[in-house]
């Protein structure tokens, strides 16, 4: 059976930067083909990509992922009936997430500052819910408790059986991009649960790298020269690397998640398209803030490849098994393309999927030559539209009975 899947390879070089630091505050390292390489997780990169979400997508688009979801309905609550309470809203709403995802929404156990309201209930762990089913819920609510500050007729309302069904339906369908692409877990309620339809790897550089440390001072503005010590004294760590970025795109997962929950006469193939392309530019464009005050490190790729694959997803990582070494005259962009010049035909070659796949490139210099016979070239911009255009095709041929 024909899949579509989205392959993006992606080489993106950071100067001295901690984009993704560990517990000690370092930046994250692994050892791969035997050697350090500075690495960023792929939670990281899942993260910046969703915060380049809200510049791409329209809020009704997305979720939120809290602890706070009491705070977030009780919100929606007020703004549909402006006469309750903020107490009684709250109530009500954690009464309904209690039985919409059968999880404890309790009070918090610190206390409220003076002057400050008693602090919402809160889940015991992160939920991520979308925009849409918060609204669903906020209806539902009104309606079950009589659009009043009544938990005693909610709680009835919600003691009949399809009354209980519709809250949990509620949250199983109309789910936001993000949750669609990045997926989501439920705790204690696992038929809930989102199995997320890309896949995102931690980036790691093509070459060998030590960790560095900057030990910086800080003038105090009002010392007279009879005071010349420091007002502050200091170490970051960080390092200087060119990366290999990869994340696979499922677009048949992708579909079956936004599709959940469409209403008759929805086109079920423009939500898809509309978040491949979010997610493409998303990925290709964003970048992890750690300590970005400090040094400043606002780099985009320097080539980027997505191919559409039929088969399965396959990550050209292997390309940079023995560690790239600099040039003479320093850098490694020129070697990493010369390496993933070779290694992507011989690999397409070896397992037969070289025709059926087609490939898209961005690459930026003269030392990404060596890319542009693995592809047609293009700006970003072209690229996402291109791509989100063809998945188009593809889905409509597919529902027309006509894979393409």
């Given amino acids: 059976m024909s899949r579509t899947i989205l392959d993006v390879h992606i080489l993106q070089t950071v100067p001295p930067s901690n984009i993704n630091r560990d517990d000690t505050g370092s930046p994250k390292t692994a050892v791969y083909g035997g050697v350090r390489r500075s690495r960023v997780s792929s939670q990281?990169?899942?993260?910046?990509t969703r915060e380049k979400f809200k510049e791409l997508l329209d809020p009704s688009d997305l979720g939120v992922r809290?602890?706070?979801v009491a705070e977030l309905l009780g919100a929606r609550l007020t703004a549909l009936q402006p006469a309750l309470e903020r107490r009684a809203a709250l109530e009500l709403a954690a009464e309904m997430l209690r039985t919409a995802t059968g999880s404890k929404i309790d009070p918090p156990k610190r206390k409220a500052k003076e002057g400050e309201p008693e602090p919402a209930p809160e889940a015991a762990y992160l939920m991520f819910l979308s925009a849409r089913q918060l609204d669903g819920l906020a209806e539902l609510t009104i309606k079950g408790s009589g659009g009043k500050d009544d938990v005693a007729a909610l709680k009835e309302f919600l003691r009949a059986k399809e009354n209980k069904a519709l809250a949990r339906r509620l949250l199983d369908t109309r789910h936001s991009v993000d949750i669609a692409l990045f997926g989501r877990m439920v705790a204690d309620s696992t038929d809930l649960n989102v199995e997320a339809a890309s896949q995102v790897a931690h980036a790691i550089s093509v070459h060998a790298v030590d960790n560095e440390s900057d030990y910086y001072t800080a003038v105090d503005d009002k010392n007279t020269d009879a005071e010349p010590g420091a007002g502050m004294i200091g170490v970051v760590d960080f390092n200087s690397a060119t990366l290999y970025r990869y994340a696979a795109l499922d677009i048949?997962?992708?579909?079956?998640?936004?599709?959940?929950g469409l209403r008759d006469g929805e086109d079920s193939a423009a939500p898809t398209r509309r978040a491949v392309e979010a997610f493409l530019e998303g990925f290709i464009t964003s970048l992890p803030t750690g300590k970005v005050n400090t040094f400043g490190n606002h780099t985009l790729p320097t080539a980027v490849i997505v191919k559409l694959r039929t088969k399965r997803p396959i990550s050209f990582v292997t390309a940079f098994e023995r560690a790239v070494t600099a040039g003479r005259e320093g850098g490694f962009v020129r070697a990493a393309c010369e390496r993933l010049a070779r290694h992507v035909p011989a690999l397409e070659e070896a397992y037969?999927?070289?025709?059926?796949?087609?490939?898209?490139?961005?690459?930026?210099?003269?030392?990404?030559?060596?890319?542009?016979?693995?592809?047609?070239g293009m700006a970003v911009g072209e690229l996402v539209e291109t791509v989100g255009g063809?998945?188009?095709e593809r889905l409509a041929a597919e529902q027309a009975g006509t894979p393409a």
């Fill in 44 to 48: 990281a990169w899942k993260r910046a």
């Fill in 66 to 68: 809290t602890k706070k």
């Fill in 252 to 260: 048949d997962r992708l579909r079956a998640n936004l599709g959940a």
């Fill in 352 to 376: 037969g999927v070289e025709d059926a796949d087609l490939t898209w490139l961005v690459r930026v210099g003269e030392d990404t030559e060596p890319l542009a016979a693995l592809g047609r």
């Fill in 390 to 392: 063809v998945v188009a």
